[in-house]
């Protein structure tokens, strides 16, 4: 190998190289992209958890509504009927008794 020939074996191993390095940065790009694309789907996916424990939330309370109508309204007024059944069995067992 001459002197001459060594720039240019010189030039064409760091041509070499600069494409080696361009490959490597057009990679590191595009595993970017992927991050980016994996952090905006992580993103959607919290946005879409927090909106499924709002949900959550909400059937809870209109579950616990719901137990307290059961229990304060729905049976005292069960418990009301049920009396005023009684008497009125107590009255036509009186009549029944009266007519017997």
Do not use: C, F, H, Y
Request: hydrophobic content about 35%.
């Amino acid at each position: 190998m001459t002197d001459s020939e060594k720039p240019d074996l010189i030039l064409s191993k760091m041509q070499g190289m600069e494409t080696g390095m361009q490959g490597m940065e057009n990679e590191m790009q595009g595993m970017e992209t992927r991050m980016q694309g994996m952090e905006n789907k992580m993103q959607d996916m919290e946005t879409r958890m927090q909106t499924m424990e709002s949900d959550l939330q909400e059937v809870k309370q209109k579950v616990t509504n719901i137990d307290l109508t059961l229990e304060n309204e729905i049976r005292v007024n069960i418990k009301r009927i049920a009396e005023g059944l009684e008497s009125e069995l107590r009255r036509v067992k009186e009549r029944l008794d009266q007519i017997a």
